[in-house]
């Protein structure tokens, strides 16, 4: 499923939610729980929160909108948000695993909710 965005691109289910400001990371299935978990207009999304989708694209909540971001997502920084989010949850002290594309950090993430 894949849903427009402001600027023409698209958001391709499932994704990654980010926020800079916290740990937590939640995995968003459509279109209709990312209105669930922050409104019909996305009111309770903050300016730079991030959405990482299945297709790798790197999109940045600004201005009311999620806009496409030339980044590419950087494994590294991606596998230590991931550990932080799994000791947060208290699954698990630090893990030793290894994300090798998006779709590895979207299981582990699921696998902790």
Not at 32 to 47: P, V
């Amino acid at each position: 499923m894949t849903t427009a965005t402001k600027n023409s691109a698209v958001i391709h289910w499932p994704a990654l939610h980010l926020s800079p400001q916290a740990d937590e990371l939640l995995v968003i299935e459509s279109q209709d729980e990312l209105s669930g978990y922050f409104g019909n207009d996305q009111q309770l999304l903050l300016n730079n929160d991030l959405l990482l989708d299945s297709q790798q694209h790197v999109f940045v909540w600004r201005e009311s909108g999620w806009h496409l971001s030339a980044s590419v997502i950087d494994m590294d920084w991606l596998q230590r948000r991931v550990q932080q989010h799994v000791a947060a949850a208290d699954v698990c002290c630090i893990s030793k695993f290894s994300l090798h594309n998006l779709h590895d950090a979207i299981t582990v993430v699921k696998s902790t909710s």
